[in-house]
């Protein structure tokens, strides 16, 4: 099983930029993707990208700010947020991500970084 560590989390004013990374401890031919939970609230799917990086998939409620994106070559992932508001503040995840059609979910999960924006 693969061990996903993500980094790149704080604490930013709304309309401010982070750059979330994840770091595997093996090559993942898989799809990857980011999830958050919010405090009282469920995990919630984020940002998918295949392997090969073709095809990238984005929840609504971030389309347009957030950008996912991956480096095979470091192992890694990465998402990119700006224009960050106050309601994208929650716990980001990692993940081995899997596609339901129109839905994922995610395996193998990271242990998470907290991102806080401020209004």
């Known amino acids: 099983q693969v061990l996903l560590v993500e980094s790149g989390g704080g604490l930013v004013q709304a309309g401010g930029s982070l750059r979330l990374s994840c770091a595997a401890s093996?090559?993942?031919?898989?799809?990857m993707g980011w999830f958050r939970q919010a405090p009282r609230k469920e995990r919630e799917f984020v940002a998918a990208?295949?392997?090969?990086?073709?095809?990238?998939y984005y929840a609504d409620s971030v389309k347009g700010r957030f950008t996912i994106s991956r480096d095979n070559a470091k192992n890694t992932v990465y998402l990119q947020m700006n224009s960050l508001k106050p309601e994208d503040t929650a716990v980001y995840y990692c993940?081995?991500?899997?596609?339901?059609?129109?839905?994922?979910?995610?395996?193998?999960w990271g242990q998470g970084t907290q991102v806080t924006v401020s209004s």
């Open positions: 093996a090559r993942t031919r898989t799809a």
């Open positions: 990208i295949l392997w090969t990086g073709t095809s990238t």
């Open positions: 993940a081995v991500a899997i596609n339901h059609g129109s839905m994922w979910s995610g395996d193998s």
